[in-house]
């Protein structure tokens, strides 16, 4: 570790990506899954936004958030399947610096031993500055397993990424 007296607070951007919940015609669960279990880890929720599924205004948000330093980490929900309106992993893609594609696919084979579904998720995961962008399913039930999953190392990964820890060898 830093030698800092706790682990620091990140601030986190959520953004849901769903058509009909964008409308009303649908209550977001999935944002509400990832608040809740990123607030009992200590993160912060700066921004939280429902978009329609609409890849120039998924873009914009993920560059406001990471260019004016609104959030360390921005976690994502829905639009990562096989619909011709899934488009956050393309968004990601377009506002990224850097690809990180470990955590996607730590996520796909981790949920393989839950559902072979897994293999259709598109998810994706990049650093934007000094962000991390992670994609997760649009299913409550799957942002909570990923999220389970992939919190504890993700803490580690931010204090590099945000100049907090230097070191990434284990010891």
């Known amino acids: 570790m830093s030698g800092n007296a706790g682990p620091r607070s990140y601030r986190l951007g959520i953004i849901v990506a769903s058509d009909r919940g964008s409308r009303g015609e649908r209550e ?6 990832i608040r809740a279990l990123a607030e009992e880890r200590g993160y ?3 921004s939280y936004a429902l978009l329609p599924d609409d890849q120039a205004g998924l ?3 993920l560059k406001r958030l990471c260019d004016k330093g609104i959030a360390d980490l921005v976690l994502t ?7 011709p309106r899934d488009r956050m992993p393309e968004a990601t893609a377009a506002v990224a610096d850097r690809p990180v594609p470990g955590i996607a696919e730590a996520m796909r084979a981790y949920s393989m031993a839950i559902t072979k579904r897994a293999m259709l998720s598109r998810a994706a995961a990049a ?4 962000t991390l962008i992670v994609n997760l399913p649009g299913s409550p039930r799957a942002v909570r397993e990923h999220l389970e999953y992939i ?3 993700l803490r580690h990964g931010l ?3 945000t100049g907090l820890d230097g070191e990434c060898a284990r010891k």
């Open 159 to 161: 204090d590099i990424l």
């Open 44 to 46: 912060t929720v700066t």
């Open 77 to 83: 929900s829905g639009g990562t399947g096989f619909s």
């Open 28 to 33: 977001d669960e999935s944002g509400l899954v």
């Open 127 to 130: 650093i934007r500055g000094a």
């Open 151 to 153: 919190l504890p190392e």
């Open 59 to 61: 873009e914009a948000e």
